[in-house]
C-alpha cells in the first residue's frame, strides 16, 4: 500500500494534479509573461524577415510580370506576415506592461496601439479570395480544410487582439484577476500560433518540390512489386517543421500545468496527424517512419514540458520559502522585523500619515526567562505566539513585528496608547496566573517623515529601557527631550569610541586600595573616565552602558589595560612608586575576544609582571556568561595573573561563585555598607561573608568605605583592603603619583 501510495503521490507531482499555492501560481505566471516576450521577439524578428524575403521573391514579381496596384499586392501577399507581426509586438508590449510594478497610462498607450493597428489590418484582408473554398461548392479537401485553418487564424487573432486591450485596461483599472487574465492572453496567442502552423504545415505538405530552374515539379522513380517503373511527383514534406516549431513555442515556453500541456499537445497532434492520415479526398500516404518519428517528437515535448514544470515550480518553492523568511518572523508568524522597516519606510510616505499621528511602540515582556526556565522552551515559544496574537488583536490599524527573543514593535496610529498598552498587560498577565508575565512598552511619536525606521525602534527601545530602570507600576513611558538629549550623547559615544582612544580622550583614573590594619598604599583600581572635546566629562554610567549595550565595551577595555600598563611601564622605567593595579572587565569581553591572551600580550609588551595587573569580574558575568569565563578564568590563573570577584552583593548573590571559582579576592559591595549605623544585621552580613571568605582562602576587599567608624569595623572583623573615598575618590595619574611622591600614601611593601 505505501508503495502504491507513493507511485499515487509521485504521478500527482508529476502531471501538476496537486494544488499550488498563490505564490507558486503567480510566479509560474510571471514566468510565462517573461517567456511570452521572448517569444514575441522571435517572432517580430522572424515576420519581418518573411515580409522582406516575400517582397524580393513574391510581390517584386507579380508587379513585373502582371503590374497592379502596389498596395494590393503587397498586402494580400504578406498579410499574414503582418497580422502575426503585430501580435507578436502586441503581447511583447502587454507582458512588459504586466510585469511592470507601476502601471500608468502613458505605458499602456503603446499597448492599445499595437492592438489597435492588429485589428485595423484585418479591414484591408481579402477575404472573398482567402475563404473562397468554404463557400465553393466541389472545391478540394485540401483547399476546404486549408480555408478553415486560415478562418480559424483569423477569428484567434481577432479576440487575442481584443484580449489584449481589455486585459490592459482591467490591470490599470486595478483588477486582481492577474493570473486568469494571464492565461486567457496566453492561450488565445498558443491558439493563433497553432492555427497558423497548422495551415502553414498542412498546405505545404501537400505541395510538390520545385525545379528551381524551371518551376516544374520535381519527379522520382518509384517501383512496385513487379519491379515496374513509374515517374511520381516528389512531395514537400519538410514544412511540417513550421507546425513542429510552434508546438514547441506552446510546449515549451509557455507552461501550464503537465496535465493540461498534455492535453493540449496531445489533441494538436492527434488532430494534425489525423487530418493527414485519415481525411476523406486525402490521397497522399504518411511513411510509417515519419508516424514513427512524429510520436517520438511529440513524448520528447511532453518530457520537456513536465521538466521545464517540475524545474519552475521547484525554484518557485524555493523562493518562497526564501520571501517567507525575510517577511515572516518564522516563530510567531508576525512581519519580520527587516521587512516591517520597509514597510514603514513605504507606510511613513503615504499622506494619510501625519506628523505627530503615528508612533512607534517598543514592548518587553517581563518574566519571560522565568516563564521559559519553568514552564520549558515549547511552552515558551507558544507563549510568544499568543503574545504575537494579543498585538494583532489590540492594535488593529497598525504593523506588528517580533524584533527578537521577547521583544516586539507596533507602528500605529498614536490614539488611546496607554490604554492599548494596559489592555495588552492584562491579556499577557492572563496567559500564566502563577508566573504573572507582564509588558513594559516605550513609545516614540514619528516626528520626521524620513527618519530611518530602525533609528525610531532604538527610541523607542530607549524609552522602554527607561522605565525599565524606574522599577515603577507603569506600563508605558513615552520618549521625551531629555532621553532624546541622553540617546544622541549614546550615539555618539558609539560612533566616537574609537576616536576617543586614538586621541587619547579615554583617562585612566585611579583610586586607593588601602590595607586596613595600617592603611598603607597596597594598589588601585583603574577606572575610565571620558573627557570628551564636545561634551567634556562623561559621566561613565552613560558611556559604559552605551558601549557594552553596542557590545564595544572591549575595545574601552583593551584601551584601558594599555594606559595601565603604559603608566605603570613609565614608573617601573623612572624608578618611581608603583603597586598593583586592578581593571574590570566586562562579562562581553569573554564573547568576544580571547582575554587570557589578550592580557597577556599586552602585559609582555610592557615587560610588567603578571602580579602588577589584577583582573576584576563582576558577579553578575559568572551568572550569565558560566561556561565561557569558567574556561577563561582557569586560563588567567595558569598563566599568573590574580583574579578579584567584584560587586559581590550588588544583585541576586550565588555563593556558588565562590565554590565553583577560584578567585583570590572577594571585593564586597559598597551596598553593603549602606545604613550601616541605622542597620545592626548589615555588620552581622558582613562578618558572616568575610569569614566564610577565609575558610575558602580568599581574601577580601570592602568598597565604598567613607567613614573612620566603618574602616575600624572592617579591620576589626579582618576584613583585608579597604577602598573608598576615605581614602581618596578616583583621581588622573598625575594626582596619584603626586600624593604618593609626596607621602601622603605610605606604600606598603607587601601587596597581596
Excluded at 709 to 725: D, M, N, P, T, V
Aim: glycine share 6%.
Amino acid at each position: 500500500m505505501k508503495t502504491l501510495k507513493r507511485i499515487g503521490n509521485w504521478f500527482v507531482h508529476l502531471f501538476g494534479f496537486n494544488k499550488n499555492s498563490k505564490y507558486v501560481s503567480s510566479y509560474l505566471n510571471t514566468a510565462n509573461m517573461r517567456s511570452g516576450i521572448y517569444m514575441s521577439a522571435i517572432i517580430v524578428i522572424l515576420e519581418i524577415w518573411m515580409i522582406i524575403r516575400q517582397s524580393i521573391e513574391r510581390v517584386s514579381k507579380i508587379l513585373a510580370t502582371q503590374g497592379g496596384n502596389f498596395f494590393q499586392v503587397f498586402y494580400s501577399n504578406t498579410s499574414n506576415f503582418w497580422l502575426m507581426l503585430f501580435m507578436g509586438l502586441s503581447l511583447a508590449l502587454y507582458c512588459m506592461y504586466t510585469l511592470d510594478k507601476k502601471q500608468t497610462i502613458k505605458k499602456a498607450i503603446p499597448v492599445f496601439v499595437s492592438a489597435g493597428i492588429g485589428l485595423l489590418l484585418f479591414a484591408f484582408i481579402d477575404y472573398k479570395s482567402n475563404l473562397a473554398a468554404l463557400f465553393t461548392p466541389g472545391a478540394s479537401v485540401k483547399n476546404v480544410v486549408v480555408a478553415s485553418l486560415l478562418f480559424s487564424f483569423f477569428i484567434s487573432l481577432v479576440l487575442f487582439q481584443i484580449s489584449i486591450i481589455l486585459g490592459t485596461i482591467y490591470q490599470y483599472k486595478g483588477g486582481k484577476s492577474e493570473i486568469l487574465r494571464s492565461v486567457i492572453v496566453i492561450s488565445l496567442f498558443a491558439l493563433v500560433c497553432l492555427s497558423f502552423g497548422m495551415m502553414v504545415s498542412y498546405g505545404d505538405f501537400f505541395g510538390w518540390a520545385k525545379d528551381p530552374t524551371t518551376g516544374l515539379n520535381l519527379k522520382e522513380t518509384v517501383y512496385d512489386q513487379f519491379g515496374n517503373a513509374t515517374q511520381v511527383n516528389v512531395p514537400a514534406y519538410k514544412q511540417i517543421i513550421c507546425f513542429l516549431m510552434f508546438t514547441v513555442y506552446i510546449g515549451c515556453l509557455l507552461i501550464w500545468k503537465p496535465y493540461i500541456s498534455v492535453g493540449i499537445l496531445g489533441s494538436i497532434f492527434l488532430g494534425f496527424h489525423l487530418i493527414l492520415v485519415h481525411l476523406p479526398g486525402i490521397n497522399r500516404p504518411v511513411q510509417d517512419g515519419d508516424t514513427v518519428n512524429y510520436i517520438t517528437f511529440f513524448i520528447s515535448l511532453v518530457m520537456v514540458c513536465i521538466s521545464i514544470y517540475s524545474q519552475r515550480v521547484a525554484e518557485a518553492r524555493k523562493d518562497e520559502e526564501l520571501e517567507i523568511l525575510a517577511t515572516e518572523d518564522t516563530l510567531t508568524g508576525l512581519l519580520a522585523f527587516e521587512y516591517f522597516t520597509t514597510l514603514v519606510s513605504k507606510k511613513a510616505q503615504e499622506k494619510e500619515v501625519n506628523v505627530g499621528e503615528w508612533i512607534y511602540i517598543f514592548l518587553d515582556i517581563t518574566s519571560f526567562k522565568i516563564f521559559n526556565d519553568q514552564r520549558g522552551f515549547t511552552a515558551g515559544n507558544q507563549f510568544l505566539k499568543d503574545v504575537g496574537e494579543i498585538l494583532k488583536e489590540q492594535f488593529t490599524d497598525g504593523l506588528v513585528t517580533r524584533q527578537s527573543d521577547d521583544h516586539y514593535v507596533v507602528f500605529c496610529k498614536n490614539e488611546n496608547i496607554e490604554e492599548k498598552v494596559y489592555n495588552v498587560e492584562c491579556s499577557v498577565e492572563k496567559l500564566d496566573l502563577d508566573i504573572r508575565p507582564g509588558v513594559k512598552a516605550g513609545g516614540y511619536i514619528l516626528k520626521d517623515k524620513q527618519e530611518d525606521p530602525h533609528r525610531s525602534v532604538e527610541k523607542a527601545r530607549y524609552a522602554c529601557a527607561e522605565l525599565k530602570k524606574r522599577h515603577g507600576g507603569s506600563e508605558y513611558l513615552e520618549y521625551d527631550q531629555k532621553m532624546h538629549d541622553n540617546y544622541r550623547l549614546i550615539q555618539y559615544v558609539v560612533r566616537h569610541i574609537d576616536e576617543a582612544i586614538a586621541n587619547g580622550y579615554i583617562k585612566a583614573y585611579y583610586q586607593p586600595v588601602v590595607w586596613s590594619e595600617n592603611k598603607e598604599l597596597c594598589g588601585c583600581e583603574a577606572l575610565a573616565r571620558w573627557i570628551d572635546p564636545r561634551y567634556g566629562f562623561m559621566n561613565p554610567g552613560i558611556f559604559v552602558g552605551a558601549l557594552e549595550d553596542a557590545q564595544l565595551v572591549h575595545k574601552l577595555d583593551v584601551a584601558m589595560l594599555r594606559i595601565v600598563c603604559q603608566d605603570l611601564k613609565k614608573n617601573l622605567d623612572a624608578g618611581l612608586p608603583a603597586v598593583p593595579v586592578s581593571i574590570n572587565f566586562s562579562r562581553l569581553d569573554f564573547m568576544v575576544m580571547d582575554v587570557p591572551n589578550v592580557i597577556e600580550s599586552i602585559v609582555n609588551e610592557y615587560g610588567l609582571a603578571k602580579d602588577m595587573i589584577h583582573v576584576e569580574v563582576t558577579e553578575s558575568a559568572l551568572l550569565e556568561q558560566g561556561n565561557i569565563l569558567k574556561q577563561s578564568m582557569k586560563e588567567l590563573k595558569k598563566k599568573g595573573f590574580a583574579l578579584w570577584l567584584d560587586d559581590f552583593g550588588s544583585g541576586y548573590s550565588s555563593f556558588n561563585a565562590i565554590k565553583d571559582y577560584d578567585f583570590d579576592v572577594l571585593k564586597l559591595d559598597m551596598q553593603f555598607l549602606v545604613g550601616f549605623n541605622e542597620n545592626e544585621k548589615s555588620k552581622a552580613v558582613i562578618n558572616s561573608v568575610i569569614s566564610m571568605a577565609e575558610q575558602v582562602g580568599m581574601k577580601t576587599l570592602s568598597e565604598g568605605v567613607e567613614t573612620e567608624e566603618q574602616a575600624k569595623f572592617l579591620r576589626e572583623i579582618s576584613c583585608g583592603k579597604l577602598q573608598g573615598y576615605l581614602f581618596g575618590k578616583p583621581v588622573p595619574y598625575e594626582d596619584i603619583m603626586k600624593r604618593m611622591l609626596d607621602g601622603e600614601f605610605a606604600i606598603s611593601k607587601k601587596f597581596e
